[in-house]
């Protein structure tokens, strides 16, 4: 407006100048120098004033201009702000989500699959930081325009701490998972091994060198029933291998090696206490067997012995007759040829017996029991050579007795039938006589 006053100011200032020129010739020389200052001050003032006011009004159109791209820019800066705190917010939302579902997943795969989810909203969570960044940037940007910014502030704070609580969350939900599955793994592992010592307490004994075939057998059995009952330990060690391969899914390489590590270490020790159960049993079978045939030839030997001791000590020298006698005789000197003949045997048993000792690894007690019978023997020969060498010489003070019987018995009955003839009566003196010289 004041512009468009200008011609008004400029028609003006033309009249004073005309009039001015006019009055000048009717005055004096020095009102026309002091009409002429004032004509050349207002024309100053004139241009000064036009020059001024161009200038404000180019200053005043710039500043509009200013004004309203400042105005375009913020509401272009507070719209995309607007539109990024509703994605960030839509974003953490998910992201929230997705922890809740996390946290139920708590044992074994279900574990993992857990650990899986917060990892993946965590590393969403750490790309997003360039977003909360960002909005912090928007606001510093918008804070520029001198507005009323506290509601936008307030929402940019609140998603900030948003964003860092739950990024923590994620964090400890990762950490929580890869606990729980390396408690388990561990505990599995614990578990297997607290078996393995159990195992190898039960079976101890088993390895111990058997006195006897009672004590193989029961170790046989035992081992038998162990193997048999094996998947308890399989459950275990597959327990092991199992938690394994969740923390490994997981955990950072050298973690994983440590892991694995165990896991071989546990299929070692499987497959070596199986092996030398396995053996052991093999062992056992064999050694059972062995004993089994030793037994077979010890027993009906030491039947035999007894047998005959019995009879030995059962056998007396006061007989009734020489017959007996001698019948006792021919049945000592029968058990002698029978002691003699097991010598034969005693040193196949006492070959078996230290086969057994040297290796089966079985225990003393065979060889022990072949010493016994061969003292058993050899005492029972002595006895039954004691007594037939009695029983021989009883016989033969039998014998003689009765040759010395059977020569009396033949002087008595040749001198009776001396006697008879000599009693017989006679006439003729010289038979007489010499009868009486026979008799004599």
Same mark, same amino acid.
């Given at each position: 407006?004041? *512009?468009?006053?200008?011609?008004?100011?400029?028609?003006?200032?033309?009249?004073?100048?005309?009039?001015?020129?006019?009055?000048?010739?009717?005055?004096?020389?020095?009102?026309?120098?002091?009409?002429?200052?004032?004509?050349?001050?207002?024309?100053?003032?004139?241009?000064?004033?036009?020059?001024?006011?161009?200038?404000? /009004?180019?200053?005043?159109?710039?500043? *509009?201009?200013?004004?309203?791209?400042?105005?375009?820019?913020?509401?272009?800066?507070?719209?995309?702000?607007?539109?990024?705190?509703?994605?960030?917010?839509?974003?953490?939302? @998910?992201?929230? *989500?997705?922890?809740?579902?996390?946290?139920?997943?708590?044992?074994?795969?279900?574990?993992?699959?857990?650990?899986?989810?917060?990892?993946?909203?965590?590393?969403? *969570?750490?790309?997003?930081?360039?977003?909360?960044?960002?909005?912090?940037?928007?606001?510093?940007?918008?804070?520029?325009?001198?507005?009323?910014?506290?509601?936008?502030?307030?929402?940019?704070?609140?998603?900030?701490?948003?964003?860092?609580?739950?990024?923590?969350?994620?964090?400890?939900?990762?950490?929580?998972?890869?606990?729980?599955?390396?408690? @388990?793994? /561990?505990?599995?592992?614990?578990?297997?091994?607290?078996?393995? $010592?159990?195992?190898?307490?039960?079976?101890?004994?088993?390895?111990?060198?058997?006195?006897?075939?009672?004590?193989?057998?029961?170790?046989?059995?035992?081992?038998?029933?162990?193997?048999?009952?094996?998947?308890?330990?399989?459950?275990?060690?597959?327990? $092991?291998?199992?938690? @394994?391969?969740? $923390?490994?899914?997981?955990?950072?390489?050298?973690?994983?090696?440590?892991? /694995?590590?165990?896991?071989?270490?546990?299929?070692?020790?499987?497959?070596?206490?199986?092996?030398?159960?396995?053996?052991?049993?093999?062992?056992?079978?064999?050694?059972?067997?062995?004993?089994?045939?030793?037994?077979?030839? #010890?027993?009906?030997?030491?039947?035999?012995?007894?047998?005959?001791?019995?009879?030995?000590?059962?056998?007396?020298?006061?007989?009734?007759?020489?017959?007996?006698?001698?019948?006792?005789?021919?049945?000592?000197?029968?058990?002698?040829?029978?002691?003699?003949?097991?010598?034969?045997?005693?040193?196949?048993?006492?070959?078996?017996?230290?086969?057994?000792?040297?290796?089966?690894?079985?225990?003393?007690?065979?060889?022990?029991?072949?010493?016994?019978?061969?003292?058993?023997?050899? #005492?029972?020969?002595?006895?039954?050579?004691?007594?037939?060498? /009695?029983?021989?010489?009883?016989?033969?003070?039998?014998?003689?007795?009765?040759?010395?019987?059977?020569?009396?018995?033949?002087? $008595?009955?040749?001198?009776?039938?001396?006697?008879?003839?000599?009693?017989?009566?006679?006439?003729?003196?010289?038979?007489?006589?010499?009868?009486?010289?026979?008799?004599?």
């Amino acid at each position: 407006e004041l *512009l468009d006053s200008k011609q008004r100011g400029r028609e003006r200032l033309n009249r004073v100048q005309r009039y001015g020129a006019v009055a000048r010739d009717y005055t004096g020389s020095g009102g026309y120098e002091a009409m002429e200052r004032e004509e050349a001050a207002l024309l100053s003032s004139w241009e000064q004033w036009e020059r001024a006011a161009l200038q404000t /009004r180019a200053s005043l159109e710039t500043a *509009l201009s200013q004004i309203s791209s400042s105005e375009q820019e913020f509401s272009s800066l507070s719209a995309q702000l607007e539109q990024d705190l509703q994605d960030f917010s839509r974003q953490l939302q @998910g992201c929230r *989500l997705r922890l809740g579902q996390a946290e139920k997943k708590n044992e074994g795969e279900e574990a993992v699959k857990g650990w899986q989810m917060a990892k993946e909203t965590l590393d969403e *969570l750490i790309k997003a930081e360039a977003m909360s960044d960002r909005l912090k940037t928007q606001l510093n940007d918008l804070c520029r325009f001198s507005r009323e910014m506290a509601t936008q502030s307030e929402r940019v704070s609140a998603l900030i701490k948003d964003y860092n609580s739950l990024s923590l969350q994620a964090t400890r939900e990762c950490q929580s998972k890869e606990k729980v599955l390396d408690q @388990g793994f /561990r505990s599995a592992f614990r578990e297997f091994q607290q078996w393995l $010592v159990n195992a190898k307490i039960n079976t101890a004994k088993c390895f111990d060198a058997p006195q006897n075939l009672t004590e193989a057998a029961s170790s046989f059995q035992k081992i038998q029933e162990f193997l048999n009952d094996k998947e308890q330990g399989q459950s275990k060690l597959n327990a $092991v291998i199992v938690n @394994g391969e969740l $923390v490994c899914s997981i955990a950072a390489k050298d973690k994983t090696d440590a892991v /694995r590590g165990k896991m071989n270490t546990a299929r070692e020790d499987w497959k070596n206490i199986m092996s030398t159960l396995h053996n052991r049993e093999t062992g056992l079978q064999n050694l059972i067997l062995q004993m089994k045939e030793f037994e077979a030839s #010890a027993d009906p030997l030491q039947e035999c012995l007894n047998a005959t001791e019995l009879a030995v000590q059962e056998s007396s020298t006061r007989l009734h007759d020489l017959t007996a006698k001698k019948l006792e005789l021919q049945k000592l000197q029968s058990v002698l040829e029978d002691l003699a003949s097991h010598e034969v045997q005693l040193n196949k048993l006492k070959e078996k017996a230290q086969l057994l000792w040297d290796e089966h690894s079985a225990g003393k007690g065979f060889v022990h029991r072949v010493s016994q019978l061969s003292s058993q023997c050899l #005492a029972l020969t002595n006895l039954t050579k004691e007594k037939a060498s /009695r029983i021989d010489r009883i016989v033969t003070e039998h014998q003689l007795f009765s040759q010395g019987l059977d020569e009396l018995q033949n002087w $008595v009955a040749d001198t009776s039938h001396m006697l008879q003839t000599y009693s017989a009566p006679t006439a003729d003196k010289s038979v007489l006589d010499s009868r009486m010289i026979k008799l004599e």
